[in-house]
């Protein structure tokens, strides 16, 4: 590893409070992420660059990322 961080992808509900502890340590240590609520995935929009998987990407309630950049899940 090249000691940068990666974007971990939390993907969970908002009735889950487990994850809101997780989500509280995760912006006090300053460490990148993407909170993703299986309830929201209806209001995002999925984009597949020219078909490829490779250039996957999501946006919506939760933000906007390229799977690519996802080191942790």
């Not at 000691?3 to 939390?10: A, K």
């Not at 929009?45 to 906007?64: F, I, N, Q, R, T």
């Amino acid at each position: 590893m090249n000691g940068q961080l990666g974007l971990i992808l939390l993907v969970t509900n908002k009735r889950d409070v487990t994850t809101d502890f997780v989500v509280l340590e995760m912006r006090r240590r300053g460490l990148p992420f993407i909170r993703l609520n299986t309830e929201d995935l209806p209001q995002h929009e999925l984009v597949m660059e020219e078909g490829d998987p490779a250039g996957l990407s999501l946006s919506g309630p939760c933000g906007e990322f390229r799977l690519s950049e996802i080191t942790g899940a």
